[in-house]
């Protein structure tokens, strides 16, 4: 389980997160959800611990973030995280190089999935490949826990419905699954808990069946209530 | 220590090409220096009709003396791609790190999300430098005798003032720079270099970790880097007034220290930033 305990954050004098809590579980698709600017990507990268907290505790199943847990988990932001010279295959042999539990057969299926060639340029990528490429980086590491920073930010809607589909596949398994949208219809069937972030603060967090199934709302109409009111 | 050797592999290979470029152009120009000082001395002995006789060579050796290795080493074409190399490298001190951070990529996400500790990343980017240091060092001292003996080859005999490769480190001074005469002075000098180093990544960190405010605390920091290299004259002029003065030996040793220390601290400071502060 993935705790994010009183965490505070500022950049200069704003306050990016201000005393933020919420838990994120093994096999469970955890979404935070806000507009651009609440503290979702710093929240993602805070928990990865590439962006010191202010205040606060993160702890990865009871143990606090360092750098052997980058075994255990890994982080797809919405940038490239390889070097543009590369190739996607040389990107690939990175992985394999520093990472243990890289799996190369996981990683074949996805380039395969993804219709990414080896050879391709990273540089050279459209956004729509280039995102499909970060996924393969992520994914093809046997981790229990995955965070998503945008995954569907600017892409085209043929990748977008493609890297939904690997949600509902065998890609996911049984991981916990943070991702980050402010465009919550590709996803919000998959999504079982959200956390709806606002100027750095939580405003609600939710089980999406439980909402389904007590109130008969959709996640939209939570959201409509929420940053409506 | 694995992980260590390939972050070191992979920085290398990520300059290797450029730095290839770079020694073949050291390589050229040495070599055109080379041609232009020969030409140049053999025009003027031309002019001279030195080969007519044995009193005009002699008279034209008295007026211009023999044509050694050392006005080459003094030629602008042939120190210049030295001064080009060493500013590129403290360059580079900068570019190792930035490129890193800015680009259509930001590679600094994966750096810091290897199974790793940041310190070996830390440690693998200074460990290029040295590596790009000396191996240019290495490339010059092979270029050395190749050009020399070249330059023996094109050189009359009887003009030609023959210096060996030894000879020459000990009467240049950018040569006597490079590479020290005795091994204490080796290290000493390289030491040197590396509290350089690691000073700046000190800059850079604290850059990376401040912003803008990170700059002025970086100036700071060197300029109290600066201060604490200053002590040894600091006491010899102050403390012990204008009739005191260190042994060389003594003042070294101070150095010796100031410099380990400095080395030290900025490793701690740079550690601690790494953890603490610095952000993608």
């Excluded at chain 1, 890994?74 to 040389?90: A, H, R």
């Excluded at chain 1, 299926?109 to 990528?125: M, N, P, S, V």
């Excluded at chain 2, 390589?27 to 000082?37: D, E, K, M, T």
Aim: charged share 20%; proline share 2%; net charge neutral.
């Amino acid at each position: 389980m993935i705790q994010v305990k009183n965490v505070s954050k500022k950049y200069g004098r704003k306050n990016v997160l201000r005393d933020i809590s919420f838990t994120a579980n093994k096999g469970e698709i955890t979404c935070l959800i806000g507009i651009n600017g609440v503290g979702k990507s710093t929240t993602m990268k805070a928990i990865m611990g590439i962006t010191p907290i202010d205040c606060g505790e993160i702890l990865i199943d009871d143990k606090k973030m360092n750098h052997t847990m980058y075994e255990n988990i890994t982080f797809i932001p919405d940038t490239l995280t390889m070097l543009p010279s590369f190739t996607v295959g040389e990107a690939m042999q990175f992985m394999k190089d520093f990472y243990v539990n890289w799996n190369p057969e996981r990683a074949k299926e996805l380039l395969g999935f993804f219709r990414l060639k080896e050879d391709e340029k990273l540089g050279e990528l459209s956004k729509g490949n280039a995102a499909k490429a970060n996924l393969l980086f992520g994914l093809g590491l046997d981790v229990d826990y995955v965070l998503m920073d945008e995954p569907f930010s600017g892409i085209d809607m043929f990748s977008r419905e493609q890297i939904a589909k690997v949600f509902t596949s065998h890609l996911i398994e049984d991981r916990g699954v943070i991702i980050t949208t402010h465009e919550i219809s590709d996803i919000e069937h998959l999504i079982d808990k959200v956390v709806l972030l606002d100027n750095g603060e939580i405003l609600k967090e939710f089980y999406t069946e439980e909402i389904r199934l007590e109130e008969g709302k959709s996640v939209m109409d939570v959201m409509r209530e929420v940053y409506q009111s | 220590m694995n992980r260590y050797i390939k972050l070191v592999n992979f920085e290398v290979n990520r300059f290797f090409k450029l730095y290839i470029g770079l020694l073949i152009i050291v390589a050229i120009s040495q070599f055109v220096s080379l041609f232009l000082v020969k030409s140049k001395y053999m025009q003027a002995a031309n002019d001279a009709n030195y080969a007519s006789s044995m009193k005009a060579t002699e008279r034209f050796i008295s007026s211009s003396g023999l044509l050694t290795f050392n006005q080459v080493a003094n030629h602008l074409l042939f120190i210049g791609p030295i001064v080009i190399c060493i500013a590129l490298m403290m360059f580079y001190v900068f570019i190792i790190w930035y490129r890193d951070y800015f680009g259509k990529n930001t590679f600094i996400y994966r750096l810091f999300m290897l199974p790793t500790s940041r310190m070996t990343i830390y440690f693998s980017k200074a460990t290029t430098i040295l590596i790009m240091v000396l191996s240019l060092l290495a490339f010059q001292l092979i270029l050395l005798p190749i050009e020399i003996n070249v330059f023996q080859q094109i050189v009359p005999s009887e003009l030609l003032g023959k210096m060996s490769t030894i000879d020459l480190f000990m009467n240049s001074n950018i040569f006597t720079m490079i590479l020290p005469s005795n091994f204490m002075d080796f290290i000493f000098r390289y030491l040197i270099g590396m509290g350089l180093v690691f000073t700046l990544f000190t800059f850079i960190l604290l850059e990376r970790s401040y912003r803008w405010k990170g700059i002025i605390f970086g100036i700071l920091y060197v300029i109290a880097i600066a201060g604490l290299l200053l002590i040894p004259a600091f006491i010899e002029s102050y403390l012990f007034g204008e009739d005191f003065s260190f042994y060389p030996s003594e003042v070294f040793y101070m150095e010796l220290g100031l410099f380990t220390i400095i080395i030290t601290v900025s490793i701690l400071f740079s550690k601690y930033l790494l953890k603490n502060k610095v952000s993608v």
